[in-house]
């Protein structure tokens, strides 16, 4: 029973959870919170368990197709009901549960319809964790619209004074690059089948469409496509239009600053924390084994759009007066770095990118809450409008401060082995674009200092929102149950960067795996 359930259970016990707490009464805020933040929790152990499993190689216990489910749903079209776990998926669902309980957890003060809150909270986790375990295109392209609708009403009901414009953006830009994707799946399906030879039916399942279908008796594989390159360059373009505005990357990027600078803190570091990951998530998974050729022929583009990401992204950070805002663009550089990794085609550079996107959700995510922290205590987010909090605020200070090095990647934390990795790749395939995402350093220590230095250090305001808070003797520090909420990122954060060694242990077979389709010539 548990070989057969596991995988679905760990996508829908949170949608569940969501139509549970729609049917409690709506007046009753502390029992739908504690019912939407216990289903949470028993999904994030769920998946820790799940992923204990995998990673002790007891799969055994439960039969060797554990981690693999598929269920027959419209066979004559290449439709089933298939999932699939492995060492990248694994990081990312662990990664996703896990925000769902803290960003829950955040979320208690929220007081405006708080049943339809948790409810879509629940539902994007679901979403998003779909994406990670759907291995039929089509469910992979189901899962994918799944995120939006919650999103968008998360976005669009609670978020602040621009939220309906944020929102409406967010769905034009995802909704074009979507419907790219599915015109680009329905064709990768018919090309399959007009070049895998007579016989071979019409299918969107990833490994026949990878590896072919294997014959059980003989092993050998059949129904094996092959695209031109040209095909597989169009193929290519359909479906990154969807992967790199999720991302995003410069020039598809303007979505991302207005709906992170709306969205409440709590749904702003669900959406970066993990359904950003959803975007670089898709170039791994589905396009470098999917057309091989053409992800190499066009590397140099996805490299120069993340470069360019990176720096200029890093440069807006400088810049910008709203805390959220600097987050935001911070955030489009550090997934740069991801996507730059990723096109190095090595083992160093694409077990670091992994890597990097745990490390980026944990980090972000801690960032985004305790600047939210602020906001409710103090009514802005204007940088100018902060200053000299860190002797009114010190635990608060003192857990910004972690976030920010973090960011930094201080080494010793956890995004340094990440960023490492990734940088240790690039160097090894391109030494140009190895220097250039080197040198995001320098913008990147300035803006985080200055974000960090800015709300706690330097004067305190004497006038404006926080200095009427400040007169008022109203600024309080953080609670424990804040705190507690952010616990479990401060210990990832001091875990990963001291034992880095576990997480590429569980990547380092996956990665291989992935990276093969590109063929030996690749592999470094």
């Excluded at 910008?320 to 955030?331: A, E, F, H, N």
Aim: hydrophobic share 55%.
């Amino acid at each position: 029973m548990f070989q057969a359930l596991i995988l679905s259970a760990i996508i829908f016990l949170p949608l569940v959870g969501g139509i549970a707490v729609l049917l409690l009464p709506k007046d009753q805020h502390t029992a739908i919170r504690w019912t939407a933040l216990g289903v949470a929790l028993i999904n994030l152990l769920l998946t820790l368990a799940t992923t204990l499993v995998y990673s002790s190689k007891a799969v055994g216990l439960f039969g060797t197709s554990s981690f693999k489910e598929e269920l027959p749903w419209i066979p004559s079209i290449g439709i089933n009901y298939t999932l699939n776990l492995d060492g990248i998926s694994a990081l990312l669902v662990v990664l996703t549960a896990l925000l769902a309980v803290v960003c829950i957890g955040a979320s208690f003060g929220v007081q405006k319809k708080v049943k339809n809150y948790m409810a879509f909270m629940l539902l994007l986790e679901s979403g998003i964790i779909g994406v990670f375990l759907a291995s039929n295109l089509f469910l992979f392209y189901i899962f994918w619209e799944v995120m939006l609708i919650p999103a968008y009403f998360l976005l669009g009901s609670w978020g602040s004074e621009r939220r309906i414009y944020a929102a409406f953006k967010f769905v034009l830009y995802t909704s074009v690059g979507s419907l790219l994707m599915l015109a680009g799946i329905i064709a990768l399906g018919y090309f399959h089948q007009q070049t895998a030879g007579a016989g071979c039916s019409y299918t969107l399942d990833l490994g026949a469409l990878t590896n072919g279908v294997i014959n059980p008796n003989s092993g050998i594989a059949t129904c094996r496509s092959n695209l031109s390159v040209v095909t597989q360059t169009w193929l290519l373009l359909a479906f990154a239009a969807a992967f790199v505005v999720k991302v995003p990357l410069v020039p598809f990027h303007s979505w991302l600053p207005d709906a992170y600078s709306e969205a409440p803190a709590p749904v702003t570091a669900m959406l970066a924390g993990a359904m950003s990951k959803a975007g670089a998530y898709g170039l791994l998974r589905l396009c470098i084994p999917l057309f091989p050729q053409a992800i190499h022929n066009l590397a140099p583009l996805f490299n120069t759009l993340a470069v360019i990401s990176i720096l200029y992204c890093a440069v807006l950070a400088l810049v910008q007066t709203d805390v959220k805002r600097l987050l935001g663009y911070s955030s489009i550089s550090h997934l740069g770095v991801i996507v730059l990794g990723m096109f190095a085609f090595n083992t160093q550079g694409v077990e670091g990118s992994v890597l990097q996107m745990v490390n980026h959700g944990i980090t972000t995510g801690a960032l985004f809450l305790t600047a939210g922290f602020l906001e409710e205590r103090t009514g802005t987010r204007r940088l100018s409008d902060f200053g000299g909090l860190a002797v009114r605020i010190p635990v608060l200070a003192t857990v910004m401060f972690i976030a920010a090095l973090s960011s930094l990647g201080l080494p010793g934390l956890n995004s340094f082995a990440g960023e490492f990795l990734v940088l240790l790749g690039v160097f090894r395939s391109n030494v140009t674009l190895g220097v250039l995402g080197t040198i995001v350093v320098v913008p990147a220590a300035w803006y985080m200092l200055r974000f960090f230095q800015g709300i706690m250090h330097n004067q305190l305001p004497k006038s404006g929102p926080v200095g009427g808070v400040i007169r008022k003797d109203a600024l309080r520090d953080m609670s424990i149950n804040e705190f507690l909420i952010l616990l479990p990122l401060l210990v990832l954060i001091f875990y990963i960067g001291l034992h880095p060694a576990l997480l590429t242990f569980l990547l380092h077979s996956s990665v291989l795996n992935t990276m093969q389709s590109l063929g030996n010539a690749f592999l470094q």
